[in-house]
């Protein structure tokens, strides 16, 4: 018990560390991180429902379109009627958006590699496949009440 206790001790700790050090990177880009979350997906991924975005960053339905509505008035995203469903919209990047994040994201990705700088690529792997495991065994307990 000692071990996991221990453990578990040093990973929220790290977590904090490694959260702090991002997002003070993403607040020297003016942004916040729900703001450039937006501005990363759609940049890596094109034009996505506002459904897709609530989900993948994890928020509610009305936070998602408060962050949404900021980045409309910055002129980085515009919002597209979905003509298949007109109680949902689509998410695109403006051109202005787009290279905003082109130009900011090799910085962020440098923040990444320096934060993973002290592990090899090996240690990176192993701990990657470890945290999905307890993730993925911590939303199931999470979801059995």
Known sequence: MEDRLKALTILLRASKSVEKVIKDDIASY???PSEFGVLEYLYHKGNQPMANLCKRL???????T???DNLVKAGF???LENI???RSNFVKLTNKGEEYIKSIFPNHEEKINEIFSQLT???IK???ESLKKIGY???ELATRK
């Open 137 to 139: 065994y911590s939303e």
């Open 77 to 79: 995203v515009e919002k």
């Open 84 to 86: 298949n469903d007109k």
């Open 121 to 123: 690529e090996e240690e």
């Open 58 to 64: 994890l928020m509610a339905n009305s936070s998602m």
């Open 66 to 68: 408060y962050v949404v």
């Open 126 to 128: 192993t701990l990657s």
């Open 30 to 32: 003016n942004l916040n």
